[in-house]
């Protein structure tokens, strides 16, 4: 029987942290380790720990941020099959045993994952996430996996390290590009694992500017393809854009257009980040400035 290891980092997560520790212990399976690791929280989260006593292994105390709090856990793990899940996701029912059945069957495959939902604050379903089949180049543009319904082999830390705890936002998808340069990951199609809450705290919804910052900076660091990483240049000057304009509409003073931002915080991350712009990009960007007559 293969052992599976789930680390639950967490901070100041309370309002969800019952379900998301419920959706592990429901699985029914036999040989689940699950670790928590808290980063020292202050909002009753130590206390509903307590409750669980002797069906997880927690800790609470200050650290260095999500990365390490995951690290953390996994260097402690056991299991021969291993995943996080954050303190506001769940797993739906049957998917660790999905999970272990396939690795069980499919000796070579090192990572695998499946479909996933997006979900309201009350756990209620709000929308799929967008999954599709292996393919690395398509990873490059766009992060198709889910991170709570992602699982892999212990030994793959042996291969390719932990994940990088010097990122705040794209510690998973760094991880699955490193990864994934050098192995297949597997892709339980039409099973659904997993579900990911979107919240008003939820890092990724807040701070968008900076989360694209650093997927940008992710995407430098390991994609194989220019186009790809100019399409992560374009999501940031969007973002960034966006928030722009909000900020100027805000001070009831004259806004200027979407368009006008976005060519100028384009070329400015380019700069920034010494990402090469093709003629067609350039011609592009020098249309849309003409079009407003600029």
Same mark, same amino acid.
């Given at each position: 029987?293969?052992?599976i290891?789930?680390?639950i980092?967490?901070?100041?997560?309370?309002?969800? +942290?019952?379900?998301?520790?419920?959706?592990?212990?429901?699985?029914?399976?036999?040989?689940?380790? =699950?670790m928590?690791?808290?980063g020292?929280?202050?909002d &009753?989260?130590?206390?509903i720990?307590? #409750?669980?006593?002797g069906? !997880?292994?927690? @800790?609470?105390?200050p650290?260095? &941020?999500q990365a390490?709090?995951?690290n *953390?856990?996994?260097? *402690?793990?056991?299991?021969e !099959?291993?995943?996080? @899940?954050n303190?506001?996701?769940?797993y739906y029912?049957?998917?660790?045993?999905?999970?272990?059945s396939?690795?069980?069957?499919?000796?070579e495959?090192?990572?695998?994952?499946? /479909?996933? /939902?997006h979900?309201y604050a /009350?756990g209620?379903?709000?929308e799929?996430?967008?999954?599709?089949?292996?393919n690395?180049?398509?990873l490059?543009d766009?992060?198709f996996?889910?991170?709570p319904?992602?699982?892999?082999?212990?030994k793959? +830390?042996?291969?390719?390290?932990?994940?990088?705890d $010097?990122l705040n936002?794209a510690?998973?998808?760094?991880?699955?590009?490193r990864a994934g340069r050098?192995?297949?990951?597997?892709?339980?199609q &039409?099973?659904?694992?997993?579900?990911?809450?979107l919240?008003d705290?939820?890092?990724?919804?807040?701070?968008?500017? #900076?989360?694209?910052?650093?997927?940008?900076? $992710?995407v430098?660091r390991?994609? $194989?393809r220019?186009?790809? =990483?100019?399409?992560? @240049?374009?999501?940031?000057?969007?973002?960034?854009?966006?928030e722009?304009?909000?900020?100027?509409?805000?001070?009831g003073?004259?806004?200027r257009?979407?368009?006008?931002?976005?060519?100028q915080?384009a070329l400015?991350y380019?700069? *920034?980040?010494? =990402?090469? +712009?093709? /003629?067609v990009? @350039?011609s592009?960007?020098d249309?849309?400035?003409?079009?407003?007559?600029?």
């Amino acid at each position: 029987m293969m052992r599976i290891s789930i680390v639950i980092p967490s901070y100041q997560q309370a309002e969800f +942290l019952p379900a998301t520790l419920d959706s592990v212990l429901s699985q029914n399976i036999p040989d689940v380790e =699950v670790m928590v690791r808290d980063g020292g929280s202050t909002d &009753g989260s130590v206390d509903i720990l307590r #409750k669980y006593e002797g069906q !997880i292994d927690w @800790l609470s105390r200050p650290d260095y &941020g999500q990365a390490h709090a995951i690290n *953390e856990g996994l260097r *402690e793990a056991t299991g021969e !099959i291993v995943a996080y @899940l954050n303190s506001d996701d769940v797993y739906y029912p049957g998917a660790l045993a999905q999970v272990r059945s396939y690795f069980q069957e499919h000796p070579e495959c090192w990572f695998l994952y499946g /479909d996933a /939902d997006h979900l309201y604050a /009350d756990g209620s379903v709000m929308e799929p996430y967008y999954c599709e089949p292996w393919n690395y180049e398509r990873l490059q543009d766009i992060c198709f996996l889910c991170q709570p319904a992602v699982f892999w082999r212990r030994k793959a +830390l042996e291969r390719f390290g932990f994940f990088d705890d $010097t990122l705040n936002y794209a510690l998973d998808y760094e991880y699955w590009l490193r990864a994934g340069r050098e192995t297949d990951f597997h892709y339980l199609q &039409g099973i659904r694992l997993a579900g990911s809450r979107l919240h008003d705290q939820t890092k990724t919804l807040g701070q968008r500017v #900076k989360v694209h910052r650093e997927l940008l900076q $992710t995407v430098i660091r390991h994609s $194989t393809r220019p186009s790809s =990483v100019l399409r992560w @240049l374009k999501h940031l000057a969007h973002y960034r854009a966006d928030e722009e304009l909000r900020a100027v509409a805000s001070t009831g003073q004259e806004a200027r257009t979407y368009a006008y931002y976005f060519v100028q915080f384009a070329l400015s991350y380019a700069r *920034e980040f010494g =990402v090469a +712009l093709d /003629d067609v990009t @350039l011609s592009e960007f020098d249309k849309m400035l003409r079009d407003i007559g600029v």
